[in-house]
């Protein structure tokens, strides 16, 4: 019988933190969605027309992906069983690879299991002590993670400032540099100007990884993402697409020179030290290039949608966000207003969450409005009229 010690100071600074983190509006908690994925939900247990998924072409319930997945799990089963250099790579991850470098025209693509494993393996791979991370303030955590992780100096700098990211550059004696960047920053919308990164990363030397986590599928001709977005080429670029957002399912691929993709697979620990996903996600993901390749009514709809959006909101006390994208984000501020505003949205039956810090830098809560080619004009003439009104009440 072991005898409980009277203090266990480790739990009781664990509850601490956790009464400070619901005392300052920062506790987070998860609703529990009931219906698949769409612009109509039911969330803990009532209807609700949803702005806050990133399933921005309206894929991920789509009835040739549900037939594509049912179809390969009577094929392929379930389970993958082991890691892709075991056993594991299945001739349907394979043929997704294929088909995604042909897609992006880049020469060769690995699948990762999730954007965030891929991010922490390209960088990890790329760089080590003696190099150094430049990233953007903005930049998805897992980017920040992975450069933590590599050990190699980590530089941020102000949010798309390319003097500031110049300076930074010129000053660095490093063997090894690598530019991270959002292609499209996830709580902002904006797009970074990765023509101009590159032409830093040519004139110093260093790699560019572009995480297009929320451009790929929507941006560019056939939904090639980011680099088609800007024409863009060169062996310095590590692409980075997930799988779990336009394309509606599930996973990430990273694309670039054959080399760089070959390196990835010998040294990207979270590559080879992982179960392969399911082959049958690998499947679906065919289906769903094709939707992409397919779905400029898809894309012209949403852009539709965020003009209409933008258009009609009229809310000067807050501050609709510069962005061409579906991510439309309205700037309120402090914490306990923007979760009330998020609240009443709810009570009229419509959700948009809050996004608070740590997630956004401070004072800078927001609602994070997403749209989708799932919305009709009806459901955002819906949400104009009720941000409109709740605004005007204050
Ligand atoms: C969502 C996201 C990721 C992580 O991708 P997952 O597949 O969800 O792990 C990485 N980068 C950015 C910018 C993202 O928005």
């Given at each position: 019988?072991?005898?409980?010690s009277?203090?266990?100071?480790?739990?009781?600074h664990?509850?601490?933190?956790?009464?400070?983190?619901k005392?300052r509006?920062?506790?987070r908690s998860?609703r529990?969605?009931?219906?698949?994925?769409?612009?109509?939900?039911?969330v803990?247990?009532?209807?609700?027309?949803?702005f806050?998924s990133?399933d921005?072409?309206?894929?991920?319930?789509?009835?040739?992906?549900?037939?594509?997945?049912?179809?390969?799990a009577?094929?392929?089963?379930?389970?993958?069983g082991?890691?892709?250099?075991i056993t594991?790579?299945?001739?349907?991850?394979?043929?997704?690879?294929?088909r995604?470098?042909?897609?992006?025209?880049?020469?060769?693509a690995?699948?990762?299991?999730?954007?965030y494993?891929?991010?922490?393996g390209?960088?990890t791979?790329?760089?080590?002590?003696?190099?150094?991370?430049?990233?953007?303030r903005?930049?998805?955590?897992s980017?920040?993670?992975a450069?933590?992780?590599?050990?190699?100096?980590?530089?941020r700098y102000p949010?798309?400032?390319?003097?500031?990211?110049?300076?930074?550059?010129?000053?660095s004696?490093?063997?090894?540099?690598?530019v991270?960047?959002?292609?499209?920053?996830?709580m902002d919308g904006?797009l970074?100007?990765?023509?101009?990164?590159?032409?830093?990363?040519?004139?110093y030397d260093?790699?560019?990884?572009v995480d297009?986590?929320?451009?790929?599928g929507?941006?560019?001709?056939?939904?090639?993402?980011?680099?088609a977005?800007?024409?863009?080429?060169?062996?310095?670029?590590?692409?980075?697409a997930?799988l779990?957002?336009?394309?509606?399912?599930f996973?990430a691929?990273?694309?670039g020179?054959?080399e760089?993709?070959e390196?990835?697979?010998?040294k990207a620990?979270t590559?080879?030290?992982?179960t392969?996903?399911?082959?049958?996600?690998?499947?679906?993901?065919?289906?769903?290039?094709?939707?992409?390749?397919?779905?400029?009514g898809?894309?012209?709809?949403l852009?539709?949608?965020?003009?209409?959006l933008?258009a009609?909101?009229?809310?000067?006390?807050?501050?609709?966000?510069d962005?061409?994208?579906?991510?439309?984000?309205?700037?309120?501020?402090?914490?306990?207003?923007?979760?009330?505003?998020?609240q009443?949205?709810l009570?009229?039956?419509i959700?948009?969450?809050?996004?608070?810090?740590?997630?956004?830098?401070?004072?800078?809560?927001?609602?994070r409005?997403?749209?989708s080619?799932?919305?009709?004009e009806?459901?955002?003439?819906q949400?104009v009229?009720?941000l409109?009104?709740?605004?005007?009440d204050?």
């Amino acid at each position: 019988m072991i005898k409980p010690s009277p203090t266990f100071k480790a739990l009781e600074h664990i509850r601490h933190e956790l009464a400070q983190l619901k005392a300052r509006g920062l506790q987070r908690s998860r609703r529990l969605l009931e219906s698949p994925q769409g612009a109509h939900v039911r969330v803990d247990g009532r209807a609700v027309l949803s702005f806050c998924s990133n399933d921005y072409l309206g894929l991920a319930s789509h009835h040739a992906l549900i037939s594509a997945a049912g179809a390969a799990a009577q094929t392929m089963g379930v389970g993958a069983g082991a890691s892709h250099l075991i056993t594991g790579h299945h001739a349907v991850h394979h043929a997704l690879e294929t088909r995604f470098a042909e897609f992006v025209g880049l020469p060769a693509a690995l699948l990762f299991s999730t954007g965030y494993m891929a991010n922490i393996g390209v960088v990890t791979a790329l760089v080590g002590r003696g190099g150094e991370v430049f990233a953007d303030r903005l930049n998805h955590a897992s980017l920040n993670d992975a450069a933590l992780l590599s050990r190699a100096k980590f530089t941020r700098y102000p949010h798309n400032d390319l003097a500031a990211l110049e300076t930074r550059l010129t000053a660095s004696r490093a063997s090894q540099k690598l530019v991270l960047a959002d292609a499209v920053f996830s709580m902002d919308g904006d797009l970074a100007p990765l023509p101009d990164l590159l032409a830093l990363c040519e004139r110093y030397d260093a790699w560019l990884l572009v995480d297009d986590a929320h451009g790929f599928g929507v941006l560019g001709p056939g939904g090639r993402g980011a680099l088609a977005h800007f024409g863009l080429a060169s062996p310095r670029i590590v692409y980075m697409a997930t799988l779990g957002k336009a394309a509606g399912v599930f996973g990430a691929v990273v694309a670039g020179e054959a080399e760089v993709i070959e390196w990835l697979l010998q040294k990207a620990r979270t590559y080879i030290y992982t179960t392969a996903t399911p082959p049958l996600l690998s499947a679906t993901l065919l289906a769903s290039l094709d939707l992409i390749e397919a779905g400029n009514g898809r894309r012209t709809h949403l852009q539709k949608l965020i003009v209409q959006l933008r258009a009609g909101l009229c809310i000067p006390n807050w501050q609709l966000m510069d962005s061409p994208t579906p991510i439309q984000p309205v700037l309120i501020g402090s914490n306990d207003a923007a979760l009330a505003a998020s609240q009443r949205l709810l009570e009229r039956g419509i959700l948009v969450p809050a996004i608070r810090p740590p997630t956004v830098p401070a004072s800078s809560a927001r609602l994070r409005i997403s749209l989708s080619a799932a919305h009709t004009e009806t459901d955002v003439a819906q949400l104009v009229d009720a941000l409109n009104s709740i605004h005007a009440d204050g």
